[in-house]
């Protein structure tokens, strides 16, 4: 698993976490100032029914004939009573009490003001030079319940803002991201051959100097392998002209040295000027190949240049190549003479690297195929992989310098096609084949 974070993954998640975070803390701040708010207002009306109460209360303590006579105030009608008062002279005995009062609910002696019991919030007031005492009490659970409902109803919203910050995140970061991931794209569906700037006008500010950085590097690119392409193709068409007038004064001078001993020499000179001028101009096809221009305007039927191409090597492959041909034409985007180039060479590598005594099959079939095959040993797995790179050569006697596949596949990949290499050939226990699909473009 990839270890690097994603951006919208990190930002929803992020994002979401510190919404949460924030509300709670607007949920704890706002229900403590909930909680003050409510404490006074609970008792205030303490107060406001505790000094409502105290005449009554009195009125009846001091209309009784004996004091101790009616204790506990009738109830007119059935209910819970959320607050209690009890009703004591100075010494804390009982005068008169509400219907559903504990006397264990309030202290033992009674006294002015509020006051906390464990389970109650108490307000006492007096009257009559302070011998009698009302004293009203509400439970403190009460209180707590109303405190718990506020912080709850506070805290239900939570449970729709979490999954909503967090979707609208994603799709605002993905809504953002949107241009970033088509450079992404752009940069991704490029094509070897394909080194121009890559558009930045629409990415985000943040993300232009990356694109920017990019675009550099494609040019500094785009020049170092200009300059490389340019120096090979010109110092292989510098070195045409003098090879050949070389190899010209050679073959005068061999032809002047009959029965001359030095004349072994000179052959030996002759074939290094041969493979020098070969490679001269390999080094020029290599430079052709690389430097694009794999791509026609229009497509054009490839089995005519085949057929050439093939009549070309015909002495030299004195009767072993079998060729096939479509029933129909062969339309491809691959430029005509850039074709030529990569059929020569696998054709050309087919007579040398192949076994002599063995055929060489040449088929294009009507869906675009192009198969070269040749018997002889096989080429290890290992080597196969490398015979793409320039310079490369595997077991072989034959003369050469390593260049003929590097051709071939550079021509392949700038006409965005895909040349495959096998040994051994398919179908076959030996041997080595090359195919291409000159319609398949990626
Ligand atoms: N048809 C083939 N059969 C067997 N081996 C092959 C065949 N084609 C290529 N090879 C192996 O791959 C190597 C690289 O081929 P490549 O065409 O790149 O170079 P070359 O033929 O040796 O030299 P050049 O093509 O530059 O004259 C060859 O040296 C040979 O070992
Ligand atoms: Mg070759």
Partial sequence: MSSRASLQKSLGIGLTLGVTLLWLMGVIASGLVAQHEMNEVFDSAL?????????LAVTDILNRENR???LRAPALKEHDEYLTYL???GEGNLLLQSHDANPGDFRSHPSEGFSNTPSHRIYGVSAVSETIYLEIAEPLAHRREAALEAGVALLLPLFLLIPVSFLG????VRFTLRQVVEFQKSIESRGAGDLSPVATDRLPVEFEPIATAVNQLLERLHRALESERSF???SAHELRTPLATALAKVQRLKGQMDGDPLKKTVIQIEDALRSLSTLSGKLLELAKAEGGGAIAQNPQNLVPILEMVVKD?????????????PDNA???FLDPDTFAILVRNL???????GDPAQLIEISMHDNGTLKVCNGGGIVSPAQLDLLRNRFVRSTTGASGSGLGLAIADAIAKGAGMTLHLRSPARERQDGFEAEINLRNRQ
């Fill in 68 to 70: 101790a006579s009616n």
């Fill in 87 to 89: 009703v004591r002279d």
């Fill in 47 to 55: 107060e406001e029914t505790a000094q409502r109460i105290l005449p």
């Fill in 313 to 325: 090597f015909a002495s030299q492959a004195q009767g072993r190549i079998v060729l096939s041909l």
């Fill in 169 to 172: 995140v994603w799709w605002i």
């Fill in 330 to 332: 062969v339309d491809s």
């Fill in 347 to 353: 054709i050309e590598n087919a007579i040398k690297h």
């Fill in 232 to 234: 090979t193709a010109n």
